[in-house]
């Protein structure tokens, strides 16, 4: 049974051996960058491209949820500034579109900013990024004079909750209304960008036949070591119990997620059965490492409804309603356009199960994400006290990032 195994690792060695010349034979791999134009179908060729991200000046004003959509069009997001370099960049960028040149602004001193990622619209005051991280962590908060201040002026009751970046450098407060020019970034090692690629390169190389029988190979020493292994469970079961371990607490598998959340695929979640707002919720999520959870699939449906089954309304404190948990997705941003709290679009997210009735689009108020305990989405009010779930991600694969970008620079 043993001899079995060993073969069988020999075999998965070899075919991983052949699998690798064959890879080695190609050089087009990590190609040389091309133009921008040309680089990626996913890069509009009006990008300008510095250090890690490409970035687009919208000369047509508009509002700032509207810049959001038009950047998620092309693959973007509106830009968020992470360092002085990077706002450095954008001065000079933005000194190449002189007031002349810009159209449609509708705010006074409009032709002097532009719309960014950043915005205080869950929490007055709490200025968040796009993405949904906290301002102070993204590496650059550099206010103009006198900013941000929540007003239009000394008599204006126009309330400031979005983000914009001045000629100058400085971040500023702007009413959301506001058209005023905009600025894109798509980022060029996202995770996402990475996982394509990779998922792109396999599929390639799975239409040639050669690596087709190079997994062959590979399948068949696979299918020996678990033959190998179940032979040998089979003939050890008497004698032990532990051939294949029990998962592990999750206190123990790793030191950056609270000992009480529930791993499912890819993910951690912890359901707080305490109530709280749904910015409240955004907050405490937040401080954990996490995220108000997004849905992504029926399969997280099933897992999220079994979990929050293991809260009857009994054990649940001063919330609202027993039977919906808050999670993160919201049309705060705009009426009617549903985005997760990483500012996406939740048409992108893989599940939109909205519960009859729902989307309630006649109620204005009803702005905040929540799960149903039978499955399914809803949109309540945001300032009732709920109970909610986190999520903690997985983090991107840092060793993927390096060796593919140490790859591209060799080969540049």
């Known amino acids: 049974m043993y001899f079995i195994q060993v073969f069988g690792f020999v075999t998965l060695l070899w075919g991983l051996f052949i699998t690798g010349i064959n890879s080695s034979n190609s050089t087009n791999i990590y190609p040389k960058p091309l133009p921008i134009a040309a680089q990626s179908k996913s890069i509009p060729s009006d990008y300008f491209r510095f250090l890690d991200s490409y970035y687009k000046f919208h000369t047509s004003s508009t509002t700032w949820a509207e810049a959001r959509r038009i950047c998620e069009a092309e693959g973007a997001y509106l830009t968020i500034v992470n360092s002085e370099d990077e706002a450095y960049f954008l001065v000079r960028l933005f000194s190449q579109y002189p007031a002349a040149v810009l159209n449609g602004i509708t705010c006074l001193n409009g032709a002097n900013f532009v719309s960014i990622g950043f915005h205080d619209i869950f929490q007055e005051g709490e200025y968040v990024t796009i993405d949904g991280k906290s301002i102070r962590s ?15 002026g000394e008599n204006s009751s126009v309330v400031e909750n979005c983000g914009s970046f001045h000629r100058n450098g400085g971040l500023n407060d702007l009413s959301c209304r506001c058209r005023i020019p905009f600025v894109c970034e798509i980022p060029v090692n996202s995770c996402m960008q990475l996982h394509k690629k990779a998922t792109s390169d396999i599929i390639s190389q799975l239409l ?50 609270p000992r009480d959340y529930v791993q499912f695929q890819n993910s951690y979640y912890k359901f707080h059965k305490d109530s709280q707002t749904w ?8 401080a954990e490492g996490g995220h108000l959870a997004i849905v992504n699939s029926i399969e ?26 808050y999670i993160g997705f919201h049309d705060l941003f705009e009426e009617g356009d549903f985005v997760t709290v990483d500012g996406k679009s939740i048409r992108d997210s893989g599940y939109v199960n909205w519960t009859p009735g ?50 591209r620079v060799e080969h540049e």
């Open 300 to 325: 997280e449906e099933i897992f999220l409804i079994r979990l929050t089954r293991q809260y009857p309304p009994a054990v649940l404190n001063y919330v609202a309603y027993v039977n919906y948990f």
């Open 358 to 407: 729902r989307p309630g689009f006649n109620n204005p108020s009803c702005n905040c994400g929540m799960f149903s305990r039978d499955g399914g989405l809803i949109d309540m009010p945001c300032q009732y006290r709920n109970a909610y779930i986190c999520e903690i991600s997985s983090p991107c694969n840092q060793a993927l990032v390096q060796k593919i970008e140490a790859k």
């Open 208 to 257: 040639s036949k050669a690596v087709l029988i190079m997994h062959f190979i590979q399948t068949f020493g696979i299918l020996l070591v678990l033959c190998g292994y179940f032979i040998t469970g089979f003939a050890n079961e008497t004698n032990s119990t532990s051939a294949i371990p029990k998962p592990l607490a999750i206190a123990a598998q790793s030191n950056s997620i």
């Open 279 to 286: 910015a409240e919720a955004r907050r405490s999520c937040e």
């Open 138 to 152: 993204s590496g650059y908060i550099h206010w103009q004079p006198g900013e941000p201040n929540n007003s239009a």
